[in-house]
Structure formats: structure tokens, C-alpha cells
């Protein structure tokens, strides 16, 4: 199979959502909107649900960029649910769609439960 960018993409997505249950750890994907500096869509596994949840942000913080250096665009506080999936092949597939749509980037955080951490 010759190389393809889109199937790269999908494979690091696919990996990116996932669910450790000993760690009680997830990988958290969102998709950035650059123009506005600010998440738009954020996808992870939701353990007590057993599924792959999107949602799609509806309120942010305000941060200012120069502030800490480290995250340059504005974090959802509050979202709405933009869909649920079975896997994360579907899932990823959803996120690359919005991405191409409107032309999101991602980023990737690593989350623990903060009551075993």
C-alpha cells in the first residue's frame, strides 16, 4: 500500500482515543479553529457510557496567549454532544471530516481521573 497522508492521520486518531481502565487515563483530541484561536470540537472515550463521545464546544475561557506560553487558543468550559461512536475508527473518521470541513487542526492531552491521580 502506497503512503497516505489521510490514512496516517486516521491511524494517530485512532491511537489518540484511547482508555486506560488501570490508570484511569484517556487521550482527549480536540480541533482547533486557528482564525479564532479557540477548541471547537473535543473527542474522547467516556468509560461510563462505553462509547466515543464528540462534543462541540459552546462556551471558552478566556486566556490570553502571552500569558502562560503554553496553550495558544482559548479551552472549552462547556459543550454540547456533536455525536457518539462505537469506535474509535469511527470516531477518528468523524474528527477528520470536521477537520477537513472547517479547516481545524488537532491537539492532543493526555487526562487522568483526578481523584486516583
Known sequence: MAFSIEHFARQLLIE???????????????????????????ASFDPERDIFLIEEAVEWEDLDADEDGEIDYALAVDGKEYGTYETPEDAADA????ARDHNLVPSFMLLFDEETA
Open 16 to 42: 489518540a482515543l484511547f482508555y486506560d481502565e488501570e490508570y484511569v487515563a484517556l487521550g482527549n483530541v480536540s480541533l482547533i479553529d486557528g482564525a479564532n484561536q479557540k477548541e471547537l470540537y473535543l
Open 95 to 98: 474528527l477528520l471530516g470536521l
